[in-house]
């Protein structure tokens, strides 16, 4: 599968910003998609998963309450729509997605994603 983020940009503190990821291919249902997040010198953080049928999310504590993923597997789009934005906020964002249900540790670890977009950039300003 071939993902494509797309949504990032410059933001204000508190204000909000929907990314998007578009799905290539057929099976966009038997994916678990995650949305996983790398500030300049940081490692890669997990942001929020979401499960093939979309019935059930994840999210990390620092997004929790502010974030909420969601997906169309009519439209092989899975969104991540951030409310209350901050500045520690900013980061490349990237989807990934995961050819198989995962358990709840593995939710939150990139290297089960088989799969990742290009990454799309959002700052957040003071």
């Known amino acids: 599968v071939q993902l494509q983020a797309s949504g990032g940009g410059l933001v204000q503190a508190g204000g909000s910003l929907r990314l998007s990821c578009a799905a290539s291919?057929?099976?966009?249902?038997?994916?678990?998609m995650g949305w996983f997040r790398q500030a300049p010198g940081e490692e890669r953080d997990f942001v929020g998963a979401?499960?093939?049928?979309?019935?059930?999310?994840y999210y990390a504590d620092s997004v929790k309450g502010r974030f909420t993923i969601s997906r169309d597997n009519a439209k092989n789009m899975v969104y991540l729509q951030m409310n209350s934005l901050k500045p520690e906020d900013t980061a490349v964002y990237y989807c990934?997605?995961?050819?198989?249900?995962?358990?709840?540790?593995?939710?939150?670890?990139?290297?089960?994603?088989?799969?990742w977009g290009q990454g799309t950039q959002v700052t957040v300003s003071s």
């Open positions: 990934a997605a995961a050819p198989r249900g995962l358990i709840l540790t593995g939710l939150r670890d990139q290297h089960e994603y088989d799969f």
């Open positions: 291919g057929r099976t966009f249902s038997s994916y678990t």
């Open positions: 979401i499960r093939r049928s979309g019935g059930t999310t």
